[in-house]
């Protein structure tokens, strides 16, 4: 008998807090049931963004070759430089007085290579006669042919260039060939005071011209992108199309890159010139169909009806929409949570 009673008072002392762990996790269960609400639909605009992002990239540049104006055959002392560094040099510039004559600037075709007098005629001679009427010396025919009007011409512009004793005979020494319509001068290889510069010698140089810029990206691989960009080197920003510079772009450029070859390269930086706004919204909003099709969900009333869509790009939270929404639209953000299958249908 002491036995049983023994036997009860340990099923109950077992059974009754067994039975109290029961009741305590049902009704805590009832509690966090009562604590967790039912998904609430997040119904976010649809954003305008513009993509102003900027990607760093490696320039180096290639450069060519300087303009060199060279001397034609001079006597004398250089007794004046007219030209100067930074300075443009252009057709009917005086570069220098050499042996008290004034050397004009002068870009053609070829240069003068003789002297010219009564009876000559060639391409030289109108070359000749085509200068002196640009500077107002000449107002015959542009022929060819060295007769009295153009030997009168010449001989009034001898005098005003300061020949002694002018005759109206043309040398080529009072001319100083350029290559091209106008220079940036860099470099200047005259000094007043001393014998002029042999023939053939270089006298006024231009600054080491820039051709072209190559970009390659963090990876080293070369770049070109289409379109119209901006690339910046420091404060310089020029404009960049299909992967090349203008040729503004190119001369602003030379003034910050270096002509070093072993220091050659330069760090800048490229965005697009005018970026069209694209329409953004959540990664969750997009929801891929079995077919391969992206919808998302628009409020419809009280409920949520599929919007087909494509995207362009997509970052790690937004994805940016190409067709299928507009500003201003509204989507789900969260399908999963509140449709009990989101499948674009």
Known sequence: MASIRFLIAIVVLVAVPAGALVWLQTQTEDRLE?????PVALVVPVEERVDDSQTAVTVTPTWGEPTQVLAPEWFGTVTEVTVAVDSELASQDIVARIGGIDRVAWHSDEAFWRPLSRRDAGDDVAELQTMLTTLGF??????????????????????????????????????????????????????????????????????????????????????????????????????LVDGEVTDDGLLELSTVL????QQNQASGRIRIASPEPSITVPATAVV?????????????????????????????????????LSAGDEVLANPSDVLDVPDCT
């Open 288 to 324: 891929a169909a079995e077919d391969g099709s992206l919808c998302v969900y628009v409020p419809d009333g009280t409920s949520f009806v599929p919007r087909t869509v494509t995207t362009e790009s997509g970052r790690v939270a937004t994805v940016d929409i190409a067709t299928g």
């Open 138 to 239: 000449y107002e015959g025919e542009i022929d060819g042919e060295f007769g009295r009007v153009l030997e009168d011409a010449v001989e009034e512009w001898e005098e005003a260039i300061g020949v002694v004793d002018p005759a109206g005979r043309f040398e080529p020494g009072y001319v100083v060939w350029i290559p091209e319509p106008s220079i940036e001068v860099a470099a200047v290889h005259l000094t007043n005071g001393a014998p002029a510069p042999s023939a053939g010698s270089v006298i006024v140089e231009s600054a080491v011209p820039l051709e072209e810029v190559a970009l390659t990206n963090v990876e080293g691989r070369m770049i070109a992108p289409e379109g119209q960009w901006i690339l910046a080197i420091g404060d310089i920003e020029v404009e």
């Open 34 to 38: 009562e604590l967790d609400p039912e």
């Open 258 to 261: 270096s002509t070093d070859a």
